[in-house]
């Protein structure tokens, strides 16, 4: 019997998809729970696991395209028993799923009222023993995957014929007629995807985004275009916090595991500072700003397909050992492309740690929704005026972007004001665990 496979329905707040990455091919056998498909959202990249045993026999939706939730993707010939929903033989096609209570994460939803097999919308599992005939709108409707081969090519795709559900001409269809009729010789070449790795980019060349790289872009100009963003800067003398760190990283390493850097100790700051000043860890609601209860940091990581933003929850609860090691599992598995849904969301206020990349001032952009964030830059030895006297201290720029709408400036300068004078006070008293 064949089955259709669902983009699936998890996690909140996500109703779309990209497919990055197809982990199997038509022909290959599936045992249940194998990866299947790599799905990229704006939240994270995860693993589409197969719902059930069988053999692969085709895909529905191509590398780089963007779905709706609840869309059909591949379809599998399986002999497993599979519930089929008690709902009439003519299947409404699958709607784009509404903005509130829908994700798209691999695992598979356990509450459920007639979903798919890997949690779609309604109408999910159905036999397709005969293809569903394809309606003039339908010819009309080709993915941009297939509608970006076509215009690489100059393929005229009324020419061409589909073997996709209801007849949708797939990305294997066109490459089929280019190979039989051959492409004009005015078409142009196939831009190259774009990778984290750009030391071979050829100047010159068009580069293709990738999913992660275009859910970045988004992002990106969604918060700059929406939310009004001031800036400003402190330097925090942390000549004692480097000498406590350099005599007890040693020790905290042989004892945790963990290795012990500066990003916990500033979490710490920020955690303090935001309790003394809340409306940085608020949001923009239109008529109102929702103050939140929960005090969630994210991190800024660079992985390897590009900046994604894992969040340590509870962090006014931890201590400067816990942050360390919450930051070393969340930083190692994003760059692992290993983190769930849950490990990116309900973030209230970021913090970068751009000093790691050699910077000394910067201007972050704010991570939407949020009302700000912080970055720490590089620790430097530099001269400095104490006390009518030049001495040579570890200093640090700590910048701060924030949400004009929610924050004035007095607000702002109140909240580094807090967290350099945090920073300034750790030392040899400062406790770890």
Not at 90 to 109: E, I, N, R
Not at 117 to 131: F, I, L, M
Not at 146 to 158: G, K, P, T, W
Not at 311 to 324: E, F, N, R, W, Y
Request: glycine share 10%; proline share 7%.
């Amino acid at each position: 019997m064949a089955i259709s496979i669902e983009l699936p329905q998890v996690g909140e707040s996500v109703v779309e998809g990209t497919i990055g990455k197809w982990l199997k091919q038509p022909g290959d056998v599936l045992k249940k729970y194998d990866p299947l498909v790599e799905v990229v959202t704006d939240k994270v990249t995860m693993e589409v696991p197969a719902p059930f045993s069988g053999v692969l026999t085709s895909i529905l939706a191509q590398e780089g395209e963007t779905i709706p939730v609840g869309t059909v993707i591949a379809e599998v010939e399986t002999s497993e028993d599979v519930s089929l929903p008690e709902t009439p033989s003519t299947v409404a096609p699958a709607q784009p799923a509404q903005a509130a209570g829908v994700g798209t994460t691999g695992y598979l939803v356990k509450d459920f009222k007639q979903v798919g097999p890997t949690g779609g919308g309604a109408g999910d599992v159905r036999a397709s023993q005969e293809a569903p005939q394809e309606t003039p709108s339908a010819r009309g409707r080709h993915s941009p995957a297939v509608r970006r081969l076509a215009q690489e090519h100059n393929v005229d795709l009324a020419s061409v014929t589909g073997t996709g559900m209801g007849g949708r001409i797939t990305r294997d269809d066109v490459m089929a007629f280019i190979k039989d009729g051959g492409p004009p010789t005015s078409a142009a070449p196939a831009a190259k995807p774009a990778s984290a790795a750009s030391a071979a980019a050829v100047p010159g060349e068009e580069i293709a985004l990738n999913p992660i790289r275009r859910t970045i872009a988004q992002n990106m100009s969604k918060s700059a275009s929406e939310i009004p963003h001031a800036w400003g800067m402190v330097e925090v003398d942390v000549t004692p916090l480097v000498r406590f760190r350099e005599g007890a990283k040693a020790d905290f390493l042989e004892r945790e595991g963990v290795e012990l850097t500066y990003l916990p100790f500033v979490l710490k700051a920020v955690v303090e500072s935001l309790k003394k000043h809340p409306y940085l860890n608020s949001q923009w609601a239109g008529d109102k700003i929702q103050l939140k209860k929960q005090l969630n940091l994210g991190i800024a990581v660079a992985a390897s397909d590009g900046l994604v933003v894992p969040v340590i929850h509870g962090a006014d609860g931890m201590s400067i050992s816990a942050l360390a090691r919450a930051v070393r599992d969340l930083t190692g598995r994003a760059r692992r492309s290993k983190l769930t849904l849950e490990d990116v969301q309900g973030g209230t206020f970021t913090v970068n740690n751009t000093g790691a990349l050699g910077s000394i001032l910067s201007r972050p952009i704010i991570n939407y929704p949020q009302a700000g964030i912080l970055t720490t830059e590089a620790i430097q030895r530099r001269p400095v005026v104490i006390d009518d006297a030049i001495a040579i201290r570890s200093m640090m720029n700590v910048c701060l972007s924030f949400d004009h709408r929610i924050i004035d400036g007095a607000e702002a300068s109140g909240f580094l004001q807090t967290v350099k004078a945090g920073l300034e006070a750790m030392g040899a008293n400062t406790p770890i665990y």
